[in-house]
């Protein structure tokens, strides 16, 4: 089991942006320290929720400010960034890294319209840019001459330098929400990212990603290697209690979703936060399903059966909303020196 320290630090204001990305930078010293497989760097823009917003210049410097731990992008908002550049930057930090850089791909959020609106690019467009880049990334990357024409993009490289540390590429997941995303993923034998819900839910998406990469005549050796690059993200609150940790974790987690989703109709036009809310309407998740909180041996069971269910990875977000870093370096490191030993 490996596990990583999501970055999504929120700033409420402009005033404290500064202090904010900073603490982010001081946290990802801190994972590479408490011996952290990686740190995940999000992507949102125009309202402060992570605040960073560019995970590709916040790349470099924890690239440049860390030595073990690897750096995954969780996940880049493909439709906002040119293919042939993306693939360049991405070159660059696996080399100014020695390989550490693992790429998570998504189409982009369903509910911030309003970042869509900023980048110049049609909401409705996301889902065939991502598939577009994705091919063009792992073209570009393999060092060959390279000619693409497509619906969005059209581009001849020469090759492109510098060439990338990892063999064949760093490391390709897409991040993903419905069972049609994880279908097309299980076809390609491909590893996704995955928010937390209920257990059975996960227990059902990672049986039908093994059972339809069998169908799709991937042997057992195969689907062990897929599922163990797949991830599950969720907001994460330790303490010596599980009363303690509730205290801290469920008004952190009720007031980060109150801050965003009052954004988002600030944000979104009344027609873009339509929609949003009839997606809202036809969900079953809970404000808390993404939420784990508890004492180290509480969490842990919840670790245990991510496990079980046969997730690779965990991403979890310690620093929840405007959190104080106290709180969150706290739960770090009891997350480390408690939970992650279980699982060595």
């Known amino acids: ?21 900073n603490d982010a930078l001081a946290e990802t010293e801190l994972a590479d320290r408490l011996g952290y497989h990686s740190v995940w760097l999000g992507e949102h823009h125009f309202d402060g929720v992570c605040t960073y917003a560019d995970p590709m210049a916040f790349g470099g410097a924890v690239v440049a400010r860390t030595k073990q731990v690897r750096i995954g992008f969780s996940a880049v ?61 792992v073209k570009a990357w393999a060092g060959e001459r390279y000619r693409h024409e497509g619906k969005h993009w059209n581009v001849e490289i020469p090759v492109l330098r510098p060439k990338v540390v990892q063999d064949p590429h760093p490391p390709l997941i897409r991040a993903i929400a419905s069972e049609n995303s994880l279908l097309q993923m299980a076809r390609q034998g491909r590893p996704f990212m995955l928010s937390m819900s209920s257990m059975d839910r996960i227990r059902h998406m990672f049986d039908l990603y093994r059972s339809t990469m069998a169908d799709a005549g991937y042997d057992d050796d195969g689907i062990s290697a897929a599922t163990s690059k797949c991830w599950i993200w969720f907001n994460g609150v330790v303490a010596e209690t599980d009363a303690e940790a509730a205290e801290i974790a469920r008004p952190a987690n009720a007031d980060s979703l109150k801050h965003i989703n009052g954004g988002r109709k600030r944000m979104n036009t009344k027609s873009e936060q339509a929609e949003v809310e009839a997606i809202y309407a036809g969900s079953d998740a809970g404000p808390e399903d993404d939420l784990v909180y508890g004492s180290p041996e509480t969490v842990a069971e919840t670790v245990a059966a991510l496990q079980e269910a046969g997730v690779g990875g965990i991403m979890v977000q310690f620093r929840i909303g405007d959190m104080s870093w106290d709180a969150a370096e706290s739960s770090m490191r009891i997350f480390a020196e408690q939970i992650m030993p279980k699982f060595s």
Do not use: C, W
Not at 14 to 20: E, G, R
Not at 87 to 99: F, H, V
Not at 116 to 131: D, I, T
């Open 1 to 21: 089991m490996k596990f990583g320290d999501f970055l999504f630090p929120e700033s409420r204001t402009p005033d404290s942006d500064y202090q904010v990305v």
């Open 77 to 137: 908002q493909t439709a906002f960034h040119h293919p042939v550049r993306l693939a360049e930057q991405i070159a660059l930090l696996d080399n100014l890294s020695g390989g550490r850089i693992m790429v998570g791909t998504a189409r982009g959020s369903a509910f911030n319209r309003y970042e869509y609106r900023g980048y110049g690019v049609k909401y409705e467009q996301a889902q065939e840019r991502l598939l577009e880049a994705e091919e063009i990334l």
